[in-house]
């Protein structure tokens, strides 16, 4: 079944030209509404561009990756630092809030007074680790131009990552929907596991 969607799929023209402002439509949304799996978008996106005839298809994937991440996280920021200087907040901080335990946002206002905006960029390849990280850059009330730079390297060096998975995905089968559904398996994998061994802690701990 699988197979005969796929043989009937639409030439690779018309599938870059829906595939890529798709690609950065879900990938923003997913950094404003934590909730899109966004790693599992971009490999599946390279899994698919892998199997393409294009030479540039991999690095218009990882353009449009990281500069929709930038994007969405510039702007989920910007609507905090609102909600910060309000006196009454706001939804999007309250929901910020409501998404980091107050035990790994200690942690990451630690490691931010340790090593500044650096935290950045291994809160984007933490699972979980980018709202906490956020927060605390709020709370501690670090200025846009600040948190955008130390965010440049942090997208770039996501949207390598979740590639980086397609790729070997998209390289171990020979079938794109193969390598789509290996790459998807395993960036839920990497994102579920960090919550069960919490979850195994807490228990153990009581």
């Not at 994937?61 to 920021?77: I, K, M, N």
């Not at 089968?173 to 990497?190: N, R």
């Amino acid at each position: 079944m699988i197979q005969e969607v796929v043989g009937q799929l639409p030439p690779e023209s018309t599938q870059q030209a829906v595939g890529y402002p798709s690609l950065f439509l879900l990938v923003a949304l997913g950094a404003l509404v934590p909730v899109v799996p966004t790693g599992a978008l971009v490999s599946s996106a390279a899994v698919v561009a892998f199997h393409q005839t294009d030479p540039f298809a991999l690095l218009v994937v990882f353009g449009v990756a990281s500069s929709a991440a930038f994007l969405g996280d510039v702007c989920l920021y910007w609507l905090g630092q609102r909600g910060v200087r309000s006196r009454n907040g706001s939804k999007w901080l309250r929901t910020i809030s409501d998404r980091a335990a107050p035990e790994r946002l200690a942690q990451a206002q630690q490691k931010l007074n340790e090593h500044g905006s650096v935290v950045l960029v291994l809160s984007r390849l933490v699972p979980a680790g980018r709202i906490p990280v956020m927060l605390a850059c709020l709370l501690g009330r670090m200025p846009m131009r600040r948190f955008a730079r130390g965010d440049v390297p942090a997208c770039l060096a996501w949207a390598a990552t979740y590639q980086l998975i397609g790729i070997l995905g998209g390289s171990l089968f020979p079938e794109p929907w193969q390598g789509v559904v290996a790459a998807v398996g395993l960036t839920l994998l990497i994102s579920g596991v960090p919550a069960l061994w919490r979850r195994a802690r807490d228990r153990f701990s009581r």
